[in-house]
Structure formats: structure tokens, C-alpha cells
């Protein structure tokens, strides 16, 4: 099967309008299978078997398609990078009609009054404001900074471990949500369990597929903690399979992430507009134009194809 999957690929090289998650430059493998596209985009610094659940995502989303969905639009949230706060309104004007923004915080060379004045840009339009700390913080910063935010929807990850979250949770009055705690787990649960989280962060890519995404919530709606599926800087076409697995959801009452597609100066399919906060859910077929255009060097893409193959031998 991998020899069929990198024979219909195209390795992309996605420029940035802002420096996000420490990159100017998205690279990812898509591919087309009989039931549409698929997106191996596991970022170059996972290892190998981390990897092999972005390639399983991108598998099944080409060879069986979306899971049975209940809704045909998705609430999305705006995301506002680590910018300075003068630049808030032009990145919130990509999203009209959007009610939620998430916002970065902790950025490596920032100060916690860079955060402050950030945030509150962004209440200025927001009805609600999320702030992601990527496990930036210690505790002891996570509950200073919390305090000094004010009130939250919630703050994701603000700390790396799940002692640390669970600690954190225990002396402030924002929600906690779990990201990279969730979907880097041998045991998504163990967050939930531990006491460490309010909202679950879901992505599709890393969790291995849309219907993984789908059992998942079914497990943490037992627990009572609702989840937020989001996207892991995708593609278009990545972007297509989790808003499918949004959609399936019984229960989406928080707005997703899943607007990043105007994080891309250049996508290789046009981008999904934003109608009164809430994005259209449906397939997104590449534009062969743009594959060309945007295709990556051929030392990046044999740099791809090895480690598909690498991530294949996992998954068998």
C-alpha cells in the first residue's frame, strides 16, 4: 500500500503570513485514495512511531472517508499568534462573525505584560478568549499569569506534564484544558483521571483519525469533559477530516479550532470563508495548480517519502 500512497503524492512547502509554533513554512505529504484526499503532516521533529498516526489519519481519511456526520457547518474559533497587541484587530478581521479567540501565550522571548496586553486586545471584540500556553509555564508562572489574565473560557496546556496540570487546576479558577497531554498519551484518559483537565484538546492527525476522534469523545463525555477538536496546523485537505470529525460529534457545544487555514499566506485549495464564525464541512480537492506551485524541493520530498515508509512499517 505505501508504493500506491507515494505514487499519487505531492510533497507541499506552504509559506506563513506569521511565525507560528516556531515555523515560517508548513511541509506535508498529500495523497489521493478512492475515497478522496489524505494529509501526512506529522511535524519534523516527531519521531517515527508518533508519525505513524499521522499517516494512519491521512489513510483512512483517502481509502475510507469521513465518518457519518450530523451537522453540515462547524463553529470555529479565530487563533491570534504571539503578536504584538497592535496587530490583534487586522488578525481578528480574517474571522467574521467568530464569538471565540484563541490566543498564544508563554512565547519563548515574551514577557507575561506581552501576554496581558495581547489578550485584552482581543476582548475588545471577543465574547470569549482562550489562551494556549503549549506547557510554557511551570506552575508557579501558570497560576501568576492565570491570575493576572483574568477570566478565561479556559487555558490550554499551560503547563507540560499532567502532575503539573492537575496542580495547577487545584489553585485557580480557570478551566484547564489538555493538549499536548492528551494526544502525545499512550492513555488519553490519564489526564482526565489525574483530575487534570476541564476540556479535552483533540486533533485528528495525531490520535490516528477521524473515528478515533469520534471514540474518544465518547470516552471523556463519561467523565464529563467535553472536547475541542482542533486542527494541527493542516492543510486544507487535513483541514476537510477534522471538520468531519467535528461534525460527527454529538455534542460541539465549544467552538473549534479549525480556522487555521488563514494562518497560510498560500494553501493548495481555496480556503473555506467564514459565515458568521462557522466554516462549511465537505472535502477539499487540491488544486493541481497550486500543487505545482507550492510543490517542495525533490531532496524534501524523498526526505517525505522515506519517512512515510518508516511511519508504515509502524503501523503494520
Request: aromatic content about 6%; charged content about 25%; hydrophobic content about 45%.
Amino acid at each position: 500500500m505505501i508504493e500506491e500512497i507515494l505514487a499519487h503524492s505531492h510533497v507541499v512547502s506552504l509559506p506563513m503570513r506569521v511565525r507560528f509554533r516556531g515555523i515560517t513554512v508548513r511541509e506535508a505529504m498529500l495523497f489521493e485514495g478512492p475515497a478522496g484526499w489524505g494529509e501526512f503532516g506529522a511535524f519534523t521533529e516527531y519521531d517515527d512511531a508518533e508519525a505513524a498516526h499521522w499517516l494512519a489519519a491521512g489513510i483512512e481519511a483517502a481509502y475510507q472517508g469521513p465518518p457519518v456526520m450530523l451537522r453540515d457547518t462547524v463553529e470555529v474559533n479565530a487563533t491570534v499568534p504571539a503578536v504584538p497587541a497592535a496587530e490583534v484587530p487586522s488578525i481578528l478581521a480574517r474571522y467574521p462573525g467568530a464569538r471565540t479567540a484563541k490566543v498564544k501565550v508563554a512565547e519563548k522571548g515574551q514577557t507575561l505584560a506581552d501576554d496581558i496586553a495581547r489578550v485584552n486586545a482581543v476582548r475588545e471584540s471577543m465574547e470569549q478568549v482562550r489562551v494556549d500556553a503549549n506547557g510554557g509555564w511551570t506552575v508557579e508562572q501558570a497560576v501568576s499569569a492565570l491570575n493576572a489574565l483574568g477570566e478565561l473560557q479556559y487555558a490550554e496546556q499551560p503547563c507540560a506534564t499532567v502532575e503539573e496540570l492537575a496542580e495547577v487546576r487545584r489553585r485557580v479558577s480557570t478551566p484547564i484544558a489538555a493538549d499536548e497531554s492528551i494526544r502525545k498519551a499512550e492513555d488519553p484518559l490519564r489526564v482526565v483521571r489525574a483530575g487534570a483537565a476541564d476540556v479535552a484538546i483533540v486533533k485528528v492527525p495525531p490520535l490516528g483519525g477521524m473515528r478515533a476522534v469520534v471514540r474518544l469523545a465518547a470516552e471523556l463525555a463519561e467523565y464529563g469533559v467535553p472536547i475541542v477538536v482542533s486542527s494541527a496546523l493542516d492543510t486544507a485537505v487535513g483541514m476537510s477530516a477534522g471538520l468531519a470529525a467535528a461534525a460527527a460529534l454529538t455534542n460541539g457545544d465549544y467552538a473549534c479550532g479549525l480556522a487555521t487555514g488563514r494562518l497560510f499566506a498560500e494553501d493548495v485549495a481555496d480556503g473555506r470563508e467564514v459565515v458568521h464564525g462557522r466554516l462549511d464541512v465537505g472535502a477539499s480537492v487540491p488544486d493541481p495548480a497550486r500543487l505545482h506551485r507550492l510543490a517542495a524541493s525533490a531532496e524534501r520530498r524523498a526526505w517525505w517519502h522515506a519517512r512515510a515508509r518508516r511511519a508504515f512499517e509502524h503501523l503494520r
